[in-house]
């Protein structure tokens, strides 16, 4: 069966969306919770983030598996207790969990990436127990990651992994409509494999399959406009703040 986008409340505010890529993180670290209210006090409605799992299973909001970029750590974050990771100092922010993420920040909607099939479980149970199934789409590069998420939580939204969009794509540059099971954005990057992924004859079979169109990562407003105005309906960026001062929003 297809759900399309009308059918999940992810959906109901008016487009096209601006996604703070792991928050706004121009004087906050990335997906801290200080980077996530930067975000929202520049007006963004949509958090884009990423959840691995701690050693104890907890989904932590974090893009790496390793601790060495964010951190200067040598660790997995599968070594590390949620607790520690916790306190370990991100410029004056520890790690969150995807927990506190979403019952901090009520009013944001999160599109998650998940990095870690460990983190499933407590991503599955977090949004079950806090009712944030309205809140949230989930995704993954991994198609088997995303797919078993959406087994668990087939009213939750869902983005096509990057070999499902591929096939999507290749169809599409054909006229042919793919069957689209549980997917409901393409969340995309403006070329791949050398080809443009949103014409307007592209981005016209994506919306009669019921698709939106989010394209990643851009952070130039020019580049921002003209893929509004070729009809995409998101933007997924590290400078909400220079894409919320666009005349679409």
Do not use: C
Request: charged residues 25%; hydrophobic residues 45%.
């Amino acid at each position: 069966m297809t759900f399309l986008t009308r059918d999940f409340a992810f959906f109901d505010l008016p487009g096209p969306r601006i996604f703070a890529h792991r928050g706004l993180h121009t004087e906050f670290p990335e997906n801290t919770a200080g980077a996530f209210r930067a975000a929202l006090a520049a007006g963004a409605r949509y958090l884009e983030t990423d959840v691995v799992a701690s050693r104890d299973g907890t989904a932590m909001v974090a893009h790496d598996l390793t601790l060495d970029r964010i951190a200067g750590d040598s660790r997995a974050l599968a070594e590390v207790s949620a607790a520690e990771l916790a306190d370990i100092d991100l410029g004056g922010e520890g790690f969150i969990t995807l927990r506190r993420a979403l019952e901090e920040f009520p009013t944001a909607r999160f599109n998650i990436d998940v990095k870690d099939f460990r983190a499933i479980p407590d991503l599955v149970n977090t949004v079950r127990s806090i009712d944030a199934r309205d809140r949230v789409l989930v995704t993954s590069f991994s198609a088997t990651r995303r797919r078993s998420v959406a087994a668990e939580l087939p009213d939750v939204a869902s983005s096509a992994a990057s070999t499902e969009f591929l096939r999507i794509f290749a169809t599409s540059r054909l006229g042919i409509t793919p069957p689209l099971p549980r997917i409901q954005a393409l969340q995309i990057p403006a070329r791949a494999l050398g080809l443009d992924t949103v014409t307007p004859a592209l981005i016209d079979r994506y919306h009669r399959a019921g698709l939106e169109v989010h394209v990643w990562t851009i952070n130039d407003p020019r580049e921002m406009r003209r893929l509004l105005d070729l009809g995409v309906d998101g933007i997924v960026t590290d400078r909400a703040d220079l894409g919320l001062e666009l005349d679409n929003f």
